[in-house]
């Protein structure tokens, strides 16, 4: 499975940006989409997650971020409201067979990143 990540940018506080992750080869066995994000000097952290059990939020995005899929199109999305500043870091997207979502442990593949950055 490849993904390709796209959509990140430079936005103020309070603006908006959406990320996409496509992805192509045998994704017919994907059951969990997870976005993860990494800010300069911290370690990676869980941002989102969708699988066929519903949709996963960190506290600190819940009601900003929403994570949607296009089955059809093989392709997630990560639509980011009311960006903070400590929103910013390179967004990383990321698949796996299973229904963990949680920890970056079980994803099997992994996006290039995408870098949000949110001034103030």
């Known amino acids: 499975v490849q993904l390709q990540a796209s959509g990140g940018g430079l936005v103020q506080a309070g603006g908006s940006l959406r990320l996409s992750c496509a992805a192509s080869?045998?994704?017919?066995?994907?059951?969990?989409t997870g976005w993860f994000r990494r800010a300069p000097g911290k370690e990676r952290e869980f941002v989102a997650a969708i699988s066929r059990r519903g949709t996963y939020y960190a506290d600190s995005v819940k009601g900003r971020f929403t994570i949607s899929r296009d089955n059809a199109k093989n392709t997630a999305f990560l639509q980011m409201n009311s960006l903070k500043p400590e929103d910013t870091a390179v967004y990383y997207c990321?698949?796996?067979?299973?229904?963990?979502?949680?920890?970056?442990?079980?994803?099997?593949?992994w996006g290039q990143g995408t870098l949000v950055t949110v001034s103030s």
């Open positions: 080869g045998r994704t017919f066995n994907i059951y969990t």
């Open positions: 990321a698949v796996n067979t299973g229904a963990s979502y949680y920890s970056a442990i079980p994803y099997d593949y």
